[in-house]
């Protein structure tokens, strides 16, 4: 044989030698090529010699590429778009408008109280004086509350009300004050008001009480006692009410000696007035009974009469009696003509 051959197939033969040690495989990017490395000689299929993605020299196969789990680029992934809540415009809250005057540039206004030439509220009487406005009291003649004073500390005697007043009842005198260089309110006093029903001058025209008391005197004018005896809501003293209930219907403060009581005046149909303190029942059965006393007769002024065959009630018959008020046919009714309804004696 040829020398050149033998070394020829020599170093084919080393070479093919040295491909198997170190495993044939696929090269990267060689999609599904499994022909591996082929030899020059024998069966060249590739099948058993040629190692696979799925085997290694090693014995260990790897997990596959799909199982290999890559994390995304961002740990937290944003909120879609629609999740972000856009308040809508009717919740925005608008302030409102300012309710101030306008502002006018051309206001002189020193004592800040709104008043000024030229002001939206008018013009002040004292632009130097922030307790007046419209209305300047006069200040030089008195001292009134809010007018400038100089003496700070000081005070001075006061009264808002009727001089007359002062001294009667609980009106009495009060005291102004210099604070801040005006003079304050008018402190202590106690002016007149409407008159109560407290047995006080609540007036101050020295009698208390009045329109809800007679003022009784003694000889020399001092009023002595309040006789309760005019206003049926302070009828023999203060808030005692005379009231209509029941049978009675009318009611009224009569003067009783000294005081006053709550006499009975109307009675319902049926009932009449008796000693202005009650309503009883009409009566209608009494007529010509008999009786022994002007009291077993029971109606007003009614009497016990004697007649020939004895003694018999007569009803008062007169004019104003209960029992005029009535109509012919009413068994209460009588008109003073002797022998009507019975016995019914001429003036009864």
Request: glycine content about 14%; proline content about 10%; charged content about 20%.
């Amino acid at each position: 044989m040829n020398p050149h051959r033998i070394l020829g197939l020599a170093l084919v033969w080393i070479a093919g030698a040295v491909l198997l040690s170190c495993g044939g495989s696929k090269t990267p990017g060689n999609d599904g090529d499994d022909t591996g490395t082929r030899l020059p000689w024998g069966n060249n299929t590739g099948d058993e010699d040629v190692a696979t993605p799925e085997q290694s020299d090693t014995g260990v196969t790897p997990p596959p590429e799909e199982d290999v789990v890559t994390p995304p680029d961002d740990d937290v992934a944003p909120p879609p778009e629609e999740d972000a809540v856009t308040p809508p415009d009717d919740d925005v809250v608008t302030p409102p408008e300012d309710t101030k005057p306008p502002e006018n540039p051309d206001c002189v206004d020193k004592d800040g109280d709104g008043y000024g030439p030229n002001c939206f509220l008018g013009a002040d009487c004292d632009d130097d004086n922030k307790f007046f406005t419209v209305y300047c009291p006069p200040c030089e003649s008195q001292s009134i509350q809010g007018c400038k004073c100089t003496s700070e500390g000081t005070s001075e005697i006061c009264y808002e009300g009727d001089p007359g007043t002062v001294g009667f009842g609980d009106c009495q005198l009060g005291l102004r004050y210099c604070q801040g260089g005006f003079w304050t309110g008018c402190t202590g006093q106690v002016v007149p008001a409407p008159e109560e029903c407290d047995g006080k001058d609540n007036d101050c025209d020295g009698v208390a009480d009045e329109g809800f008391a007679n003022a009784l005197t003694d000889p020399s004018g001092e009023v002595t006692v309040l006789q309760y005896a005019i206003n049926p809501d302070h009828c023999g003293a203060c808030n005692v009410a005379c009231q209509a209930s029941g049978p009675v219907t009318g009611v009224e403060c009569r003067a009783d000696g000294l005081g006053g009581r709550c006499a009975v005046t109307e009675c319902q149909p049926g009932f009449y007035v008796a000693e202005e303190r009650f309503c009883l029942p009409m009566p209608v059965s009494n007529l010509c009974l008999p009786c022994s006393s002007d009291e077993e007769c029971k109606g007003p002024n009614d009497q016990c009469l004697t007649y020939s065959e004895g003694q018999r009630c007569g009803r008062d018959c007169g004019l104003g009696s209960i029992y005029s008020q009535g109509t012919q046919g009413d068994p209460t009714f009588c008109t003073g003509i002797a022998g009507e309804q019975g016995c019914c004696p001429d003036g009864y």
